[in-house]
């Protein structure tokens, strides 16, 4: 009796990352707000899971990721690295499986990422944001690419993503002199998409998530993994696995629904298939 009672009267603890979908849209929320949503050990753990599970599930069409509180996300979580739930609580004593990290995995989803930043994103949380494929930022938002002044380098991405996005020289003034960019700033330097006021954040992200959702997700998701390839193919090589991924869309039920809805002048019906 006393074993129930004391069973009945635990208090489950809140998730650190939520898990929501809803009208094709997986959103995932960092939920810290205490600490500014750094990311402890098991919180790598489940946002890894939650990115991979979104991946994989056929009814999820776009992925939001978001934040909770002020930041999106500070960085990763210092203090409980003195403890048991550090980065370390996410690998062996002596290495960390770097490929079901949220980096690796965000690189290596087909679903399409948006990450609505609805605050300030620094170290992790900016190479986190970064690795997301469409940035929407609240103007209070800011990255902080403050790895120099810790005395550690973009420790998950940004070195391999900043050349890439803003150029060679862009990405070293950024890197080397550890600079915080504001949400306007940012666009002006090609790091958002788009900057909205704080309150209409998650709309707006919504609504571009809704406007990916409603095409053929199969074709979307082709598209996005031959961006990825093209990244580190030539040209010739590029067309050439874009025609060998053009064959099998060619069969689906979503390209002859997308020819038909364009001769009867309607909105096409996708089913990802």
Sequence with gaps: MNNLQSSAQTVPAVSEVLYAVEDHIATITLNAPQRMNTISGPMLNELAALLIKANQDADVRCVILTGNGRAF?????????????????????TTLDLRNTPPTVLQG??????????????????DTALGCDIRIMAESAK???????????????????????IGWAKASELIFTGRTLSARECLDWGLANEVVPDAELMGRARAVAKEIAGNAPLAVQAAKRMMRIGLNETFPDHVHHVYLQLLPLFKTHDMKEGIAAFMEKREAKFEGR
């Design 143 to 165: 990255l902080a690419a403050a790895f120099v002044k810790r005395g550690v380098v973009p420790e998950s991405g940004g070195t391999w993503f900043l050349p890439r996005m």
């Design 73 to 93: 996300c500070a960085g990763l979580d210092l203090t409980k690295e003195r403890g048991d739930e550090g980065l370390s609580a996410a690998s062996s004593p």
């Design 109 to 126: 989803m087909d679903k399409p990422t948006i990450c609505a930043v609805n605050g300030g994103a620094a170290g992790y949380g900016m």
